[in-house]
T-cell receptor
């Protein structure tokens, strides 16, 4: 079935460590996005990519990095520079203006 | 800059009652408008969308929404709520122009259904 797969579902990180969240899609969508969700704040855009080997910062890019080496993949790295990384992270992809979302990844700093 | 306001953080309705969730947006061109639903710890499921044409759009699970350009609103409605509709609902605005379809989300409305 076509869809967006995020992994891992749950991830714990020690302070000072970098972690990478995976996002893979087999929908043949050109655009991909990473959002962060915190209680009471809705979803905020971290990074997005419209084509392979190109990406742009969203509203809250500081402390995060991405790559887009393949159309199907858009991994997000949460670096040690992100001071408050505990959140729910959602990946999305779109074509023709309608994004579809993965099931999300929970990241907790311990 | 585009923005979305969902003025109601929490709403409680009785099962079988009607529902209206409010959404106001700001966007510099013709907007693409969306309503998503999210169950706890899950991703977002698209309920319905408006791109153009008929301003009353029908979605899944018996939901509908009406685009009112003069009021910059896109309110979500359901004539009779079921207990399984309890979830968080997000309104979003975006468009193809410029940097791809960057959706901007509202802060969400948590719906509680009383039996």
């Amino acid at each position: 079935d076509g869809g967006i797969t995020q992994s891992p579902k749950y991830l714990f990180r020690k302070e000072g460590q970098n972690v990478t969240l995976s996002c893979e899609q087999n929908l043949n969508h050109d655009a991909m996005y990473w959002y962060r969700q915190d209680p009471g704040q809705g979803l905020r855009l971290i990074y997005y990519s419209q084509i392979v080997n190109d990406f742009q910062k969203g509203d809250i890019a500081e402390g995060y990095s991405v790559s887009r080496e393949k159309k199907e993949s858009f991994p997000l790295t949460v670096t040690s520079a992100q001071k408050n990384p505990t959140a729910f992270y959602l990946c999305a992809s779109s074509i023709g203006g309608q994004p579809s979302f993965g099931e999300g990844s929970w990241l907790t700093v311990v | 800059a585009q923005s979305v306001t969902q003025p109601d953080i929490h709403i409680t309705v009785s099962e079988g009652a009607s529902l209206e969730l409010r959404c106001n947006y700001s966007y510099g061109a013709t907007p693409y408008l969306f309503w998503y639903v999210q169950s706890p710890g899950q991703g977002l499921q698209l309920l319905l969308k408006y791109f153009s044409g008929d301003t009353l759009v029908q979605g899944i699970k018996g939901f509908e929404a009406e685009f009112k350009r003069s009021q910059s609103s896109f309110n979500l409605r359901k004539p009779s709520v079921h207990w399984s509709d309890a979830a968080e609902y997000f309104c979003a605005v975006g468009g193809i122009a410029g940097g791809g379809n960057k959706l901007t989300f509202g802060t969400g409305t948590q719906l509680k259904v009383e039996l």
